[in-house]
């Protein structure tokens, strides 16, 4: 990992740490989201895993209470965005071009462009990706992380930071972990053996109380930020 | 996985520096990367050898240095984990990464940066 070299001329310091850059960011706009009085939530995980699904069910459970807005991180096209657009609700979407991660720069640029006063809840769907995610805090009240169980039982531990990191663990479409050879107790398992408080939450578009207890969390967690109590 | 748009954000930086001091070459970059960052640095010197082609770091020769993290635990422990070798994967790094003194799992504090240190210029 070392290169060693021969100083020829003379050395300048510059001490520019980039990770530090988008954590400043992050922290401004944690500052404009409070003001906003808005919690949000930034949900990532691999594609296909049900990040916009499980989104879309919040959604249409509490936009009638109320405030919901929605930040669609997608590489290219924009198919995520116009699903929560469908359902009503003010959504902003975030094409990363190259990227596989939205940063704090982006979300900064779409809150400026976009006042979200009077906003209870923003859900932040970054792009598919369990990796790179983790390096960009984007200044979000809650980290989710979702896995499912067709991205097979050993996929927590092949990604570690994202579950130490996060603030909620989901395993989704659990209706068909027989089918995949999946014993989903085995992911929460390893997600407790890294991250030992994190709550887990097993669910299935198919089995309304998992999803009514993914709503509920994101209510709690929405409720007790507004309470002041995190 | 990202270490392109890093490099072209590392380079930037490195060539400003050097405009700033008049540099008609760059002979070496100093780099630090956070053990936890996921940053690998042989693919990022990959980038940043083709980003600087063409200008004044063309020859440079890049210098990485692993910067270890630094964790906080329940129990009032804040530090360093126990040293651990060099040879260790993401992995087995992360999920050994417990209080040295109360053996449970810690908030990490550090180690994920991704810094310029400094570059050497004629």
């Known amino acids: 990992m070392w290169n060693t070299f021969l100083a020829t001329g003379h050395i300048i310091s510059i001490g520019h740490d980039f990770f530090k850059e988008n954590r400043k960011l992050a922290d401004k706009n944690r500052e404009t989201l409070k003001k906003s009085g808005v919690f949000s939530v930034n949900i990532m995980g691999a594609i296909g895993s049900g990040k916009t699904t499980l989104i879309e069910e919040a959604i249409k459970a509490l936009s009638g209470k109320y405030k919901v807005a929605a930040i669609a991180g997608d590489v290219i096209a924009d198919m995520d965005a116009s699903r929560f657009e469908k359902l009503g609700i003010k959504t902003i979407p975030a094409n990363t071009g190259k990227e596989c991660h939205l940063d704090a720069h982006i979300v900064n640029d779409l809150l400026k462009k976009n006042d979200l006063s009077g906003y209870d809840i923003l859900f932040i769907e970054n792009v598919g990706n369990l990796i790179c995610p983790t390096d960009f805090d984007l200044g979000e009240d809650m980290k989710i992380v979702v896995v499912s169980v067709s991205e097979g039982d050993d996929i927590v531990l092949k990604h570690p930071v994202i579950f130490k990191t996060s603030d909620l663990a989901v395993i989704n479409k659990i209706d068909i972990a027989e089918a995949v050879g999946v014993n989903p107790e085995t992911m929460v398992r390893d997600a407790k053996s890294l991250n030992e408080n994190i709550p887990i939450l097993l669910t299935s578009k198919k089995q309304p109380e998992t999803v009514a207890a993914w709503v509920q969390t994101i209510e709690n967690a929405m409720l007790e930020k507004k309470a002041g109590k995190n | ?122």
């Open chain 2, 1 to 122: 996985m990202h270490e392109y748009s890093l490099a072209v954000d590392l380079m930037e930086s490195v060539l400003t520096a050097a405009a700033e001091n008049d540099a008609v070459t760059v002979n070496s970059v100093s780099i630090k990367v956070g053990r936890i960052a996921h940053v690998n640095p042989i693919q990022l010197e990959f980038c940043l050898r083709s980003i600087g082609e063409g200008t004044v770091a063309e020859n440079a020769v890049y210098s990485f240095e692993y910067v270890e993290p630094e964790i906080k635990c329940l129990c009032g422990y804040s530090g360093k984990p126990n040293v651990l070798g060099d040879d260790l994967d993401m992995l087995e790094y992360l999920v050994s990464l417990v209080c040295p003194e109360c053996g449970k799992n810690v908030e990490v504090i550090g180690g994920t940066e991704l810094t310029v240190e400094s570059i050497d210029i004629d």
